[in-house]
């Protein structure tokens, strides 16, 4: 391997895994609302934005937790209700 192939090898695996990865970075910074409040950290979510907006001292309160989930999903019961994941032999019937 020539020192020229040696020194673009590193660019060229760059670029490809850039080019992997972009849309699953867009894909990210596109969610909101209700597709955000399905998400496994929603609760992380939740908690970082009532910290932001209603200060971190305020982070057990009730209240202002409410608020912060209001703000990310519009639906009460969205954090309640989680949606259960099949499970392989349980059958709904």
Do not use: K
């Given at each position: 391997m ?10 060229l695996?760059f670029?490809a ?10 894909g ?13 950290y929603?609760l992380?979510?939740a908690s ?5 907006t209603?200060?971190?001292h305020?982070?057990?309160?009730l209240?202002?937790q409410?608020?912060?989930f ?12 989680p ?11």
């Amino acid at each position: 391997m020539t020192s020229r192939a040696r020194r673009a090898a590193p660019a060229l695996l760059f670029v490809a895994l850039s080019g992997a990865a972009l849309p699953t970075f867009r894909g990210w910074l596109s969610l909101r609302g209700p597709a955000l409040r399905r998400l496994d950290y929603a609760l992380y979510y939740a908690s970082a934005v009532q910290g932001l907006t209603a200060g971190w001292h305020r982070l057990y309160d009730l209240g202002a937790q409410r608020e912060a989930f209001q703000r990310i999903s519009p639906d009460p019961l969205a954090v309640a209700r989680p949606e259960p994941s099949p499970q392989p032999g349980i059958s709904s019937a």
